[in-house]
């Protein structure tokens, strides 16, 4: 009984980790992310999934304001 409450409190811990990120784009688009986006620095482009997991990307410089939810 102990181990299954150990394993409980361990998988319920771990989904606490996962943070949402919102990019603010110059032009005035909320665009919400399951995860941090990451800086491709050969292309300056940030990739990301959106809501439905689907990989994107976008300029660095049309990002205005990015910020962790």
Not at 33 to 45: A, G, V
Request: proline fraction near 1%.
């Amino acid at each position: 009984m102990k181990n299954l409450m150990l394993v409980a409190f361990c998988l319920l811990s771990l989904t606490g980790c996962a943070s949402e990120y919102i990019i603010a784009t110059n032009d005035g688009k909320m665009i919400t992310t399951n995860e941090k986006p990451e800086l491709d620095e050969e292309t300056d482009m940030l990739h990301y999934q959106d809501e439905e997991g689907r990989d994107q990307q976008i300029q660095k410089s049309e990002v205005k304001q990015m910020i962790e939810r």
